[in-house]
């Protein structure tokens, strides 16, 4: 475990980073674009996980088997995802007189 620590200019720019697609989210959430909102919501979530995954959690220089559980991780999460929004969706109103 030799491995040098990430330089300040590197953390500064992930600080950044994170700032800048904190404003985004901000911004976006502002103004109304219909279905486009949760879109332009998931992507820029999306975005700030990359920079947590590559920056702080190591995966570019990390081993095989680190990238694997990440996958695996981010598979399971994807799979409640769709179950949860396969119960929700297809729900029905309930209706009360």
Known sequence: MSEKPP???AHVLALLALAFLLAATVFVARFHLGALNAFAGLA??????LVVLFFFMK???SGTPVRFAACFGFAWLAILIALTLGDFLTRTPLVVH
């Open 7 to 9: 330089s300040l200019r």
């Open 44 to 49: 820029i979530a999306g975005l700030k996980a």
């Open 59 to 61: 995966l570019k220089t």
